[in-house]
């Protein structure tokens, strides 16, 4: 069975510390891990790509790393900011379709 | 370019009625997959088309149903809705295996 975890399912932090969001999953043969950002009540965002060949992934604040042997994905946000509040969502790509964890909301106090 | 758009955006249906969803991709994606977003938990996979054809159905009643149009678009059909289907709905489109997606449908059954 494909499943995907996120832990923890919500964390808040003051503004300015960084973030470590975790997602596993436990079927390794994916093709790829996306992370996604999602406000309340919209669509979701694609923040990050990972191809199974690769470890790691950057964009500006954000670095996504990936583990496929361990079956494990982390999504790191520098430098956190009020902006950066929203749930953070990972999804395995299994030929077809994504699988998706629950989501890590975070909350960055001002 | 315009990304996904999905139609409307929220809509009220009465249990045991019909609803149509409709989805454009991304201009030049052929590919377009639908998923239910029910609150507080992540996305579950419904179906993918690509060219016009059903490549993959995830584990959902034949109550559902859905087709693609030689311009790519997408319809998501629901016959006799439950209480339970009320979530948000999501379509994306995907370019390369990374997905794109709308802002999707809220629906509510009462």
């Known amino acids: 069975k494909q499943e995907v975890t996120q832990i923890p399912a919500a964390l808040s932090v003051p503004e300015g510390e960084n973030l470590v969001l975790n997602c596993s999953f436990t079927?390794?043969?994916?093709?790829?891990l996306q992370w996604f950002r999602q406000d309340p009540g919209k669509g979701l965002t694609s923040l990050l790509l990972i191809q199974s060949s690769q470890r790691e992934q950057t964009s500006g604040r954000l670095n996504a790393s990936l583990d496929k042997s361990s079956g494990r994905s982390t999504l790191y946000i520098a430098a956190s900011q009020p902006g950066d509040s929203a749930t953070y969502l990972c999804?395995?790509?299994?030929?077809?379709?994504?699988?998706f964890g629950a989501g890590t909301t975070v909350t960055v106090r001002a | 370019d315009a990304g996904v758009t999905q139609s409307p955006t929220h809509l009220i249906k009465t249990r045991g009625q019909h609803v149509t969803l409709r989805c454009s991709p991304i201009s030049g994606h052929k590919s377009v997959s639908w998923y239910q977003q029910v609150l507080g938990q992540g996305p579950q996979f419904i179906f993918q088309?690509?060219?016009?054809?059903?490549?993959g159905r995830g584990n959902f009643p034949d109550r559902f149903s859905a087709r693609q149009f030689p311009n790519y678009s997408s319809e998501l059909n629901v016959n006799a809705l439950l209480l339970g289907d009320s979530a948000l709905y999501l379509c994306?489109?995907?370019?390369?295996?990374?997905?794109?997606f709308g802002q999707g449908t809220r629906l509510t059954v009462v």
């Open positions: 088309y690509y060219e016009k054809e059903e490549r």
């Open positions: 079927d390794s043969a994916i093709y790829n």
């Open positions: 999804a395995a790509r299994y030929d077809y379709k994504l699988s």
């Open positions: 994306a489109s995907t370019e390369g295996n990374e997905a794109f």
